[in-house]
């Protein structure tokens, strides 16, 4: 085929000039420079690329919890869990709560995926978490074995004492990759029951009935965290040595033990009526000189980060109970 000349003329068919060679000290001295980039990209590039981090931790059952990496999505059984969670800044990572999880405002926000009552294992499921976090003794054994079943990594909470909270945040914060959120709140927990213990633990003590339910009349013993929080006060619990956590007592056994404190936890009136039953026996102690406590709700219950304020106020009537013998 025959090449016009609009061809020949045309700028791509022309060849292009040949540049000239850089002087030989110009090249080395381009290529002195250029050497130290090339050995770093070319030391980067053959280097081992870093894997996300591998977290573990045991429960308080002993179980060692391993994450292939921290976790992204959590359900959280138990409504002190979540608290512990949004307190070391792990909030965002729920997907799922149970009913009660109420604090703080962004809680009532989470999916419910049942109650103590039951869980709705399937919703579970379907929220896909890449770890569970429950409570021993407030979720049923029979449930908690059901989740477990779901093959999906589980963590458990067993607080009995106040020094075993802030070690329930810090490992929560391990396998939530919110290490120190959870070490300042650990250490936060710690400062303010050290106030607490310094300031009323040596002072005398007084006999403490701690009223968890009326129907049927129910309190704790020396393994529950309450009856450590009366330690802090400077209070003897009266039923420590019942063995059971959460024992059943009748009134017979209340008056016997003569409490110089009455005390429930509670939202008001309804919680200051379960202790109006108390009134009917005016030789009682408490009942004398007038030591019925409404404490303010949940704060000593839940074993979260805002327990410390709870003991405060157990602290605050203990003492109000001690200056009126």
Not at 264 to 283: E, F, I, Y
Not at 301 to 308: D, E, I, Q
Request: hydrophobic share 45%.
């Amino acid at each position: 085929m025959a090449v016009t000349a609009r061809a020949l003329a045309s700028p791509s068919s022309r060849p292009r000039p040949l540049r000239a060679p850089l002087p030989a000290r110009q090249l080395l001295t381009t290529l002195h420079r250029a050497l130290p980039a090339a050995l770093a990209l070319l030391a980067s590039l053959s280097a081992p690329q870093p894997a996300v981090a591998q977290v573990s931790v045991k429960d308080d059952l002993g179980h060692t919890i391993t994450l292939a990496q921290p976790a992204r999505r959590v359900v959280s059984l138990a409504p002190h869990l979540t608290e512990d969670l949004f307190a070391i800044g792990a909030g965002p990572l729920l997907v799922g709560a149970v009913s009660y999880s109420d604090y703080p405002a962004e809680a009532l926000k989470l999916p419910r995926v049942g109650g103590y009552n039951g869980f709705d294992l399937e919703r579970i499921r379907a929220l896909k978490p890449d770890l569970i976090v429950a409570w021993e003794t407030g979720n049923p054994a029979r449930q908690l074995a059901q989740v477990e079943a779901l093959g999906i990594p589980l963590f458990r909470d067993n607080s009995r004492t106040l020094d075993d909270v802030p070690k329930a945040l810090v490992r929560l914060g391990t396998l939530a990759g919110h290490e120190a959120d959870a070490a300042a709140a650990a250490r936060r927990f710690g400062e303010h029951i050290a106030r607490l213990e310094s300031q009323y633990a040596a002072r005398p003590p007084v006999r403490v009935f701690y009223q968890i339910w009326d129907r049927p009349l129910m309190t704790v013993n020396k393994q529950q965290i309450i009856s450590d929080a009366m330690r802090v006060c400077g209070a003897v619990n009266v039923f420590a040595e019942l063995p059971t956590l959460t024992p059943t007592v009748d009134d017979e056994a209340v008056l016997v033990a003569n409490p110089e404190l009455i005390a429930t936890g509670g939202d008001g009136t309804n919680s200051a009526k379960s202790l109006d039953r108390w009134r009917r026996w005016p030789r009682l102690a408490a009942v004398r000189t007038g030591q019925l406590a409404v404490l303010p709700p949940d704060l000593l219950v839940r074993m979260g980060p805002r327990l410390p304020l709870g003991v405060e106020h157990l602290c605050q009537a203990v003492d109000r109970a001690r200056q009126a013998r």
